[in-house]
């Protein structure tokens, strides 16, 4: 599916439970946060409505955000050592996700470029995932970005439509 995605093929199209995506990435994210003494956390909204995708692909997204959220915090010495995962739909028909981790957090002067390929900020990183991630997001039609996390650490979103009859 990613080769599919680099060659401009569209995503599936299937009606995809976001919740279930991030409830199924947190079990795989289990070890590496409980080897990093990381408290994961999920505020998932109730009947959130389903969007059209490629699961996935979404998984992918969801993976990449929450073991960069892993790594930013096992670089971090100092504070808490919580990643959280929330969902919450809004009037529009838009479900977004929120991956908040209490990591290091992000250099506001080149936030711009997180999403940027071949941009890192890890040592031995390649920086592809976000760049893979925006690529996903934006083909399913939606929109990715990166804020500060309060007191520290960062927050990575993505909206996408449910369309205008969202399935629950």
Do not use: C
């Not at 739909?89 to 071949?118: K, M, P, Y």
């Not at 893979?132 to 970005?145: D, N």
Request: proline share 3%; hydrophobic share 40%; glycine share 8%.
């Amino acid at each position: 599916r990613i080769r599919s995605l680099v060659k401009k093929t569209p995503p599936r199209n299937d009606w995809v439970d976001l919740n279930e995506v991030i409830v199924e990435v947190l079990a795989l994210a289990q070890n590496e946060a409980r080897r990093n003494r990381v408290s994961l956390n999920r505020q998932l909204k109730e009947d959130l409505p389903r969007v059209r995708g490629d699961r996935v692909q979404l998984q992918q997204v969801v993976l990449n955000l929450i073991m960069n959220g892993l790594e930013a915090i096992a670089r971090s010495k100092n504070g808490a050592r919580e990643l959280s995962v929330l969902s919450e739909a809004d009037e529009a028909n838009n479900v977004t996700i929120a991956v908040r981790d209490s990591g290091e957090g992000l250099d506001t002067a080149n936030l711009e470029h997180v999403f940027d390929a071949f941009y890192t900020t890890k040592p031995h990183g390649m920086g592809m995932g976000l760049a893979i991630s925006r690529t996903i997001i934006e083909s399913h039609g939606g929109r990715i970005w990166a804020t500060a996390n309060s007191p520290k650490g960062a927050v990575f979103q993505f909206k996408l439509s449910t369309g205008a009859n969202g399935a629950r």
